[in-house]
């Protein structure tokens, strides 16, 4: 973790770069507690959790609960009960993604289309967070 913990002081030096993390495997649950404890080290530094922690969703929600630097990627969901829970906590910390080629944008933007009957919350997820963090 040495070297994640570089990174994340390179991105606080560097005016609070966002951080992409891949959370899916082979990173284990472990790992992603490791990553969590640097999103609090440095709390200026927005951390996006992608793919949601993969099979340790649930475990990760609860985690970015307490981490309000910590951002969650839609991307490779486990199961569309995550992204419902992930986009109903968090409507301000979701960003859409669709991990492709892996999957198809367009199914994936379905799926997110299908579970956000607000529309500002859809529009939030679907572009509008990202979009403020990135300062676009």
Known sequence: MAKMDALF?????MGNLPLWVHT???????DIKELLMLARRYPT???IMGHMG??????TLKAVKEI?????????AYTTIALSFAIREFP??????????????????MVIEELVPDPYILERVLG???????HL
């Open 9 to 13: 002081r390179a991105s606080q030096e």
């Open 24 to 30: 899916f495997f082979p990173l284990k649950l472990e």
């Open 45 to 47: 530094v927005p951390t």
């Open 54 to 59: 993969g099979i340790h969703w649930l475990d």
């Open 68 to 76: 309000p630097n910590a951002y969650l990627d839609l991307s490779a």
């Open 92 to 109: 301000r910390r979701t960003f859409f993604s669709s991990d492709a080629p892996y999957s198809l944008p367009s199914i994936a933007k």
């Open 128 to 134: 509008g967070n990202i979009a403020e963090l990135l």
